[in-house]
């Protein structure tokens, strides 16, 4: 005999919730999103048309294909219709991938998505998952969706700018000269013509070239007629000129430059996108690729915070992002911790000083310090004798190194640092001079002091070497990078899937927030399982005692803790 088997037979319950676990990561999803206000969804509100679906079913669905290593609208929508989760987060609407893929790129979505951090990590506070102390960051590179060879490089359209700009140049003087264009040029312009300045050419050669053709109807000689000719085929050659080279490249190279901003490069098929060496490198041959930095904040494994940049290294990314992390999240907890990739001057005045954090950051030579070839070896300026009063360093050759001037250098962000120049008073004859410079000649060797850079690698070490601060720090490879490897070998996400940067932030921000609810969903399945354990071993405990509460001698404490002992053994 088997079981009743009938298809065709309506069967209750209809409501799909009862079919699902209750620690699965749909509950997570539907939780995370009922809990954003109301105000933002009524932005994508619209009074005229068929009313459209609900922001908060579109988010649930898209977030919760997410987690599901599903990143295809038409994936989604095939997913609509073959999951009973997704059929429950969507209250039976079958919505179609044109309109997923267009609320998924719309701009309010972000809103939500930064809203939804907020609320995960004010839960995660609120149940003592994390406990604000710090923030682990840390960056990678994550390929962009545009083609590989888009490329546009800034030092390619300065050098072919520039050769427009001679020929356009000599064209202008040409033409200025002949008296054909007025004087277009303002006072202090030293180089070519600018793509107004081409159009206005264009424009009044058009007019010079309408004139022209009113006359020769009208005109009966035959010399002025062939004249009147040659001039209006010399218009016609010029501003075909302006018109199909000159003002198309002018126009084209500027819009490279307004797109360039402090980058290097550029894609065509994604602007926003910066070529930059990944990590994966399947060609092995060091290929540049368009991609964006992706920065994150962590605590306990879950990101609390992402943005995107377009630097290939961490370091000037660090201060923007905190940045970031401060108006999202209105607090930022005492300590900031990184690898030696943010290790700068800056980056630690600017926590310091401004945001009067802790930086638990390492910088590029801090393990290199800690080893004794390094403090044995008596060419490193670090490793000379100092004297104070005097300001004069004793170099390997017992010879004084004296403080010659002050310097100050600007970086490329505007960031200025101080040094002092110090300078060795005679460098002739020494035995170690090889070992010592490399300077040529008779010039002697200098060195270069920054006081606040010393210190604040001296605070490193000091704060490095504490316990608190020292096992804080420990914690950052355990905690920000298993995020990565969560990302791209278990979410199965190696690359954007929207392009521009709006479209890009949106992407990672549902990937991220997808391994937070899938953590979150395993989280609450350990949770749930020990409570379950715990609640086997009273209930049998309590039978047990119920048994033998009738026996003389009997000690129920006794009995527990025997059956405790028995049940932890098996």
Not at 485 to 503: D, N, S, V
Request: proline share 4%; with cysteine.
């Amino acid at each position: 005999m088997f079981k009743n088997y009938t298809i065709n037979q309506t069967i209750l319950p209809l409501d799909m919730e009862q079919y699902i676990p209750e620690t699965d990561v749909a509950f997570a999803v539907n939780a995370l999103i009922e809990a954003i206000p109301h105000t933002l969804f009524n932005q994508l509100e619209q009074q005229l048309g068929r009313p459209p679906y609900h922001p908060k079913m579109m988010l649930k669905i898209i977030l919760y294909a997410y987690t599901q290593r599903v990143f295809s609208g038409r994936r989604i929508e095939f997913l609509l219709e073959d999951s009973y989760r997704m059929r429950w987060l969507a209250n039976h609407e079958q919505v179609s991938y044109r309109t997923i893929n267009r609320f998924r790129s719309h701009k309010t979505t972000a809103q939500l998505l930064a809203e939804a951090f907020v609320l995960f990590r004010r839960q995660l506070i609120t149940h003592q998952i994390i406990d604000n102390e710090a923030i682990f960051i840390d960056g990678t590179k994550i390929e962009a969706d545009a083609n590989k060879f888009s490329f546009v490089w800034r030092k390619a359209t300065t050098r072919y700018e520039k050769l427009l700009d001679e020929k356009s140049e000599i064209f202008y003087q040409t033409l200025y000269q002949e008296e054909v264009l007025p004087c277009l040029k303002e006072e202090n312009q030293s180089d070519g013509l600018t793509s107004d300045q081409l159009e206005e050419a264009a424009n009044h050669l058009e007019a010079e070239l309408h004139e022209v053709e009113a006359q020769l109807p009208n005109e009966k000689q035959k010399e002025k007629q062939s004249q009147l000719k040659r001039k209006s085929r010399t218009y016609r050659k010029y501003l075909r000129k302006i018109q199909a080279d000159y003002l198309p490249r002018k126009q084209k190279y500027e819009a490279y430059n307004q797109l360039f901003q402090e980058r290097n490069s550029f894609s065509k098929t994604d602007t926003d996108a910066t070529f930059m060496r990944m990590k994966d490198d399947y060609m092995r041959n060091g290929q540049l690729k368009p991609g964006y930095n992706l920065q994150i904040a962590t605590e306990n494994q879950y990101v609390l915070a992402y943005d995107l940049f377009p630097n290939p290294t961490d370091t000037k990314t660090l201060n923007p992002f905190l940045d970031s992390f401060l108006e999202q999240h209105n607090e930022l907890p005492e300590y900031i911790v990184a690898d030696a990739g943010y290790g700068s001057e800056e980056n630690y005045m600017y926590i310091s000083d401004i945001l009067h954090k802790t930086p638990l950051i390492t910088y590029g030579s801090y393990h290199k310090e800690k080893k004794k070839n390094y403090r044995a070896n008596p060419f490193i300026v670090e490793n000379w004798r100092y004297l104070e009063k005097e300001d004069t360093y004793i170099c390997p050759a017992h010879r004084a190194v004296t403080f010659k001037q002050y310097s100050r250098r600007k970086d490329k962000t505007g960031f200025v640092r101080d040094f002092k120049i110090y300078e060795c008073e005679n460098c002739r004859s020494c035995p170690v001079r090889s070992q010592c410079t490399k300077a040529k000649g008779d010039r002697k060797r200098q060195i270069l002091v920054n006081n606040t850079w010393r210190y604040f690698k001296a605070e490193c070490k000091k704060k490095l070497l504490e316990e608190k601060t020292g096992s804080i720090y420990r914690k950052r490879k355990i905690d920000v990078e298993p995020v990565f490897g969560h990302l791209k070998a278990q979410l199965a996400f190696h690359r954007f899937h929207l392009r521009g940067k709006q479209g890009a932030k949106i992407d990672i921000g549902l990937a991220l927030m997808a391994l937070n609810l899938r953590k979150i969903g395993k989280y609450m399945e350990k949770k749930t399982s020990i409570i379950e354990k715990i609640s086997s071993i009273l209930t049998l405990t309590i039978k047990i005692e119920l048994i033998f509460f009738q026996r003389e001698g009997y000690c129920p404490t006794l009995l527990s803790i025997r059956f405790f002992f028995c049940v932890y053994r098996s």
